[in-house]
């Protein structure tokens, strides 16, 4: 990564002496104006029986598609919402619509969201054992970014995100995690303490391909597609221990 600039580090010292998740919310949007983001939305990724208005935390969007969004319950198949679950790589709203993964109706979400003033847009995943998948996303008319502005709008989102968490903590409950087997809670401990799975099959006497499978089911159990995802998790759900 790119060193960062004085200029957003004085803006994340900013956040940290404003007092409501409002002024945060406006100080950060006001900071992205300069690569011409002038909407943003944050909120946490809805569980099972949750809905996008109760998860949202900030939005400011154009007007009517707000109302367009959770109306047509865009959330489901929003390419957005489906890339963050699947990573947490920071992204732009663009690159989606060029991957194969997401159909032509999946896609027309951005096509609409285009129609509305949000030619494209940056998407920065957070994921963390309180809330879960979080997006803090800006879109608008961007000019192109470079690694550097990449760089300072990720950690320009991570400390909104974190400043706006300290002012106004939500409680949620989220869904319970399916249980681990012994043997797949110790692969997953093995691999939080950083071991690889050629060093788990040593310790635990097993193949580096039985760790390896084991680690792969727990990430389908957990429904993530990282291995940083899983353990984070885990350690939720207290099936290990930091």
Known sequence: MEPVTQVVLDVVEQFEKLETSEAVWNHFLLFTKQFGFQFGALFDLPGPHERLEETMVCLSGPDGWPERYFAQDYVSRDPLVLQSAQSP???MWGELLTNPAYNSGQTR???EAAEFGMQNGFAVPILSMQYGMTLVTVSGSPKKLSTRDRAELQ?????AHARIRELHPRKRRLPPLPPLSPRERECLAWSAAGKSDWEIGEILSISERT???HIE???RKYGVATRHQAIVFGLRS???YA
Do not use: K, V
């Open 211 to 213: 760790a390896y499978a």
């Open 217 to 219: 089911n727990i990430r």
């Open 155 to 159: 950690l320009a989102a991570i400390s």
């Open 109 to 111: 979400i951005l096509h």
């Open 89 to 91: 790589d920071p992204y």
């Open 238 to 240: 207290g099936a290990i």
